[in-house]
């Protein structure tokens, strides 16, 4: 087990996370998921199609385990695909998800950019083909101006 020793540069660099994620906040990125999270939480239709969602995956997740062998498998699977379609194809939602992509696609690229700084062979987990591949996003971070 190692020891962490907090001194003077452990603060500056706690200081410095702590502007970029004031900087983070105050980005068009943020504000844009900000207004999605409100949006979706205030649009009663969404809300019920995600309530149907969550109970036709509860039902399913009792039985998934037996299979073919559960009575009214395939008709709980089915019922929570539709439901799962329902809600992936509601407006308040897409937007909703598309922010969250925009917003977590930030974060990556915060997060390569600072491991790449310190060495490039630090991997970091981001999920994103963007970071496996090499090709630039859409959306950049750009912390200073936003």
Known sequence: MRT???NETTFAML???DLVSSKL???SVFQAYLVAKRRLAQDQAAQIKVS??????AAYDQIKDYGQYAPDYRQL???AQKAQRVVALDPSVATFRQCELDLQTV????SVTIANSISKDIM???GN????????TAHHCTVKGE
């Open 52 to 57: 149907a969602l969550q109970e036709a995956k």
């Open 77 to 79: 699977r089915r019922r």
């Open 124 to 126: 970091v987990a981001t």
């Open 107 to 110: 974060l990556d690229e915060i």
């Open 4 to 6: 962490v020793i907090i």
């Open 129 to 136: 083909p963007f970071f496996e591949t090499g090709r630039p």
């Open 25 to 27: 906040k105050e980005s």
């Open 15 to 17: 200081d410095q996370v």
